[in-house]
Nanobody, 121 residues
């Protein structure tokens, strides 16, 4: 059983920064990658960023490129998302996710409970 626990969300003014983290526990050795998704009120959940467990290759939603940075700590099974130059449209619940193999449709096996990020204008 794998558990993912997010932390670090909160309220920040536009232009500010936040760092959110996700700690994985349980059977974590077989992860292919971990990622972050977000869901704003009234909108569908969308992919934000992901990082492969081997190699540390990163991928981002176009609208966050250059502002967000995903990183991982293999030893501690954590992944973080550093968010800079935040905009009101970044307001959402951010979810951590992990999967054991690649799929083109972002089908992830494990999900966290989510952490709220609110950016005020």
């Amino acid at each position: 059983q794998v558990q993912l626990a997010e932390s670090g969300g909160g309220l920040v003014q536009a232009g500010g920064s936040l760092r959110i983290s996700c700690a994985a526990s349980g059977h974590t050795l077989s992860f292919y990658d971990m990622g972050w998704f977000r869901q704003a009120p009234g909108k569908a959940r969308e992919f934000v960023a992901r990082i492969t467990w081997r190699g540390g290759y990163t991928y981002y939603l176009d609208s966050v490129k250059g502002r967000f940075t995903i990183s991982r700590d293999n030893a501690n099974y954590t992944v973080a998302l550093q968010m800079n130059s935040l905009k009101p449209e970044d307001t959402a619940v951010y979810y951590c996710a992990a999967r054991v193999q690649y799929s083109s449709n972002y089908a992830y096996d494990y999900w966290g409970q989510g952490t709220q990020v609110t950016v005020s204008s």
